[in-house]
């Protein structure tokens, strides 16, 4: 069974930097894509960023240049570092992935901005 974990959030002040971190077992990570999404209460799930399975990367127009997603394939790790924050990107924070036509999600981990 697929198991994402999410950590790293937390309360931050505007320009601040966090760095989310995914924990994941039960899939072949090293052939996943995986996905960042963060919710805001209310509003649907919105597609942060990706990365492939060759290192690949696609960002949200809104986190363009102050987010970097990562991966460590030996951890079956992915990481979202998130420079420049801004109280828009206050939101719950969600790992995803595919797999056996199935999508799987983590907990989430909640990230709270201040100004």
């Known amino acids: 069974q697929a198991r994402l974990v999410e950590s790293g959030g937390g309360s931050v002040q505007a320009g601040g930097s966090l760095t989310l971190s995914c924990a994941t077992s039960g899939i072949t990570f090293k052939f996943a894509r995986m996905n960042w999404y963060r919710q805001v209460p209310g509003n649907e799930r919105e597609l942060v960023a990706g990365?492939?399975?060759?290192?690949?990367?696609s960002y949200a127009d809104s986190v363009q240049g102050r987010f970097t997603v990562s991966r460590n394939n030996a951890r079956a790790t992915v990481y979202l570092h998130m420079n420049g924050l801004t109280p828009e990107d206050t939101a719950r924070y969600f790992c995803?992935?595919?797999?056996?036509?199935?999508?799987?999600w983590g907990q989430g981990t909640q990230v709270t901005v201040s100004s």
């Open positions: 995803h992935t595919q797999g056996w036509g199935r999508n799987f």
């Open positions: 990365i492939t399975s060759d290192g690949g990367t």
